[in-house]
Structure formats: structure tokens, C-alpha cells
């Protein structure tokens, strides 16, 4: 004797693969939808001041709570807070702006090593000098408590100089060769 057909079964049965197969796209999707972001072009040092060919768009898969940089996203003049390797996506927390205030100053981020700064003793609103690699001097003052690095090997706070020496500190600071006194 030959089985009975039920078409309301094989109907419900089809359904149910339809839809199964449509969740199982949208989850797919979801997971390897890709975004256009900025990425370092190259390492990039903590108090490094941005250019343009600092950074290029890569397209990459993100999570929902991952928060990048857009590929539109002006970032020249921008200063680096930490260092970013290179191909390390930029986020908001790893770059700032220096604000520069109404008596020509600007706030900029010194990165020292371990043992170049006294930051034991560093107070916020404290006079500071800054060394350079050839003895130079820069007078400043503190505008953030130090803070230790994860790679806890240096340390990172703010000093507000005039805006004529901070192109001179930025430098010191990409290169590493800046020593901070306080009296």
C-alpha cells in the first residue's frame, strides 16, 4: 500500500526550511559585514602630532560595540594619546586635539620613560622644564596627573607651553629625548 501524502506537512516542513535558511543568511551577513576605517600607516608614538599619511582606510569586519574612526574623519593636527602600531584601527580615545586657550598656550601630551620624569612629585597646575635632547628648554606647566602606560614603562600627563614651542616638543616627544624637571 502506498504512503499517504500530506501536503500541510510538506508545506509546514518548506516553510520552516525557508526560514531557517534566511536566519542563517542574516546571522552570516551580520558577521561578515565589513566597514571602511582608519588604520595606522605606520607605528605612530604617543604625542606624535597626525598627518594625513599617518593613516589609511583598510575595510574590516567590526562588532557592533567596537568604536572605530570613519574613513572621513579629519585627523590632521590631532595628537596621539598612546602609541598605535601600524594597521592598529584609530579610536577616539587613543587621539585628542590640542586646545590651544586664550593666553597662546596649548595642552599637549608628554610620554616619558620610567625615571625621566619626577612623577611622583608632579602636581597639576605646577611649573615644569623640559629638556630636549641637545639641552634646550621649554617652561611649562602640568595640566593632568601622570598616568603609568599598560606597557608600564612610561608615563603620560599634559603640560600647557606656548604654541610657538610645541612644534619643538612634539618632537622631542616622537623621539623620545625629552626629560621633565619640576622644582
Given at each position: 500500500?502506498?504512503?499517504?501524502?500530506?501536503?500541510?506537512?510538506?508545506?509546514?516542513?518548506?516553510?520552516?526550511?525557508?526560514?531557517?535558511?534566511?536566519?542563517?543568511?542574516?546571522?552570516?551577513?551580520?558577521?561578515?559585514?565589513?566597514?571602511?576605517?582608519?588604520?595606522?600607516?605606520?607605528?605612530?608614538?604617543?604625542?606624535?602630532?597626525?598627518?594625513?599619511?599617518?593613516?589609511?582606510?583598510?575595510?574590516?569586519?567590526?562588532?557592533?560595540?567596537?568604536?572605530?574612526?570613519?574613513?572621513?574623519?579629519?585627523?590632521?593636527?590631532?595628537?596621539?594619546?598612546?602609541?598605535?602600531?601600524?594597521?592598529?584601527?584609530?579610536?577616539?580615545?587613543?587621539?585628542?586635539?590640542?586646545?590651544?586657550?586664550?593666553?597662546?598656550?596649548?595642552?599637549?601630551?608628554?610620554?616619558?620613560?620610567?625615571?625621566?620624569?619626577?612623577v611622583e612629585t608632579i602636581e597639576h597646575g605646577q611649573s615644569?622644564?623640559?629638556?630636549?635632547?641637545?639641552?634646550?628648554?621649554?617652561?611649562?606647566?602640568?595640566?593632568?596627573?601622570?598616568?603609568?602606560?599598560?606597557?608600564?614603562?612610561?608615563?603620560?600627563?599634559?603640560?600647557?607651553?606656548?604654541?610657538?614651542?610645541?612644534?619643538?616638543?612634539?618632537?622631542?616627544?616622537?623621539?623620545?629625548?625629552?626629560?621633565?624637571?619640576?622644582?
Open positions: 500500500m502506498p504512503a499517504r501524502r500530506r501536503p500541510k506537512l510538506a508545506l509546514v516542513g518548506l516553510l520552516c526550511l525557508i526560514l531557517g535558511g534566511g536566519g542563517l543568511y542574516l546571522a552570516w551577513t551580520s558577521a561578515t559585514a565589513t566597514e571602511e576605517i582608519l588604520v595606522a600607516a605606520n607605528d605612530i608614538a604617543a604625542g606624535q602630532v597626525l598627518q594625513p599619511t599617518d593613516v589609511k582606510s583598510r575595510s574590516i569586519i567590526i562588532g557592533p560595540q567596537v568604536a572605530t574612526m570613519p574613513v572621513d574623519y579629519p585627523i590632521a593636527g590631532l595628537v596621539a594619546w598612546t602609541d598605535i602600531a601600524m594597521g592598529e584601527p584609530l579610536v577616539a580615545s587613543a587621539i585628542g586635539q590640542p586646545l590651544p586657550n586664550s593666553s597662546g598656550l596649548v595642552r599637549m601630551a608628554v610620554v616619558v620613560a620610567v625615571g625621566l620624569a619626577p615644569a622644564s623640559l629638556f630636549g635632547p641637545a639641552g634646550e628648554l621649554i617652561s611649562g606647566t602640568i595640566d593632568s596627573q601622570p598616568e603609568l602606560l599598560p606597557d608600564a614603562a612610561r608615563y603620560r600627563f599634559d603640560v600647557l607651553v606656548s604654541v610657538s614651542e610645541a612644534p619643538l616638543l612634539t618632537q622631542w616627544v616622537v623621539n623620545q629625548s625629552v626629560v621633565v624637571t619640576v622644582p
